[in-house]
């Protein structure tokens, strides 16, 4: 069966390369296509749309964007009514994601859409949940999501964290010599949050050297792009010596503990073990949108799914270099409250073989779509 997936950041691909491969178990003789960027391409998906510079943070980021993701969403919906596949999934991604099923609903597409990882998991959005609801079928992530989609009398499908069980945490490490150890510096993927982010942690590990003159660190990059603008500022800030290694997990590999941008990297790095310092800082404007959206006090995945504040969030103005280093000093003396939260967060996130049943789920829905 043919099976298109429709991705809008580098978080979105992960999950979309990991469900095909557990498809193609299923479904031996299954193609891709779909929307996405070099992990989809290198995984055999057939590209439509690189999707490389579509993502940005906040609605006043995104307006920029706007002409060029109606042009690509417009465009897609008329390809797939014109030749439906099998089963279309839509993965995170919901401004676009969600325009686009209702579009192919209004052009009268009778297909199976499944949206994994559907808006507002943590928001309670009535409206949001009703309108994925009325074109999709919702496959979460998160119990959270679920129960309140069924609060609501909405269909919701849910088999725990399809990529949990695809990070083994490592062995617990005992603190590091107090006058050193290894810290990762995760500042994330777009060019605002490195711009805004990296100067911090960059002062931040400069201030920890202080008392830690044999502390080393390396900096994760996510592509071309992100390490031109890292390298630039690392020098800016007389660091230009500083390691900087592709990808989180090359990053975190050998660190004691990360300074990481909350997102994807954040979940990624507690699943592997790692003890982690959150951070954020949007734009000033962006403060009061993001006021009116957020319903608990954290925003962190680990910190949510847990309701419980087991990893610190430094967030706009209180993620100054100072307190940077206070904290990440106080993790590397003493990450054992961490290590702790790990195992409850492994459990909450369900049970081992959530992959595969999400995968399940999509080719059931591939051959109910193909048998009506």
Known sequence: MRYFFSTGEPSGELLAVAL???IRALDPEATFEGIGSTRMREAGFALWRDNQGWASIGPIAAIPRIPKLLHAM?????????????????????AFNLRLAKTLRARRYAG?????????AWTDNEKAAR???????????????QAFYRRLGLPVAY???PLAPGYAARARRPAPPPDGG?????PGSRTGEITRLLPRLLEAYRLLRATRPALRAVVAAADDASERTIRALARRAGMGELPVVRGSAAATADADAAWIASGTAVLEAVLSGVPTIALYALAPVLLPLAKRLMRSPWITLPNLVLDDAVIPELLQDAATPAMLAY??????????????????????????????????????????????
């Open 327 to 372: 904290v990440m000093d106080q993790t590397l003396r003493d990450p054992s409250y961490q290590y702790d939260a790990f195992e409850r967060l492994r459990a909450e996130l369900g049970p081992d073989d959530a992959l595969r049943s999400w995968a399940a789920f999509a080719v059931s829905l591939a051959l109910a779509g193909k048998a009506g």
């Open 131 to 145: 309108a994925v609801a009325a074109v999709a079928v919702p496959l979460t992530a998160f119990r959270r999501q």
């Open 20 to 22: 095909a491969g557990e």
């Open 74 to 94: 417009y465009r897609t919906a008329a390809r797939l009514a014109k030749r439906p596949p099998d089963l279309v999934v839509l993965v995170d991604f919901g």
């Open 182 to 186: 290894t810290v990762a510096l995760l």
């Open 159 to 161: 088999f725990g964290h």
């Open 112 to 120: 199976p859409i499944l949206d994994a990882l559907p808006p507002s």
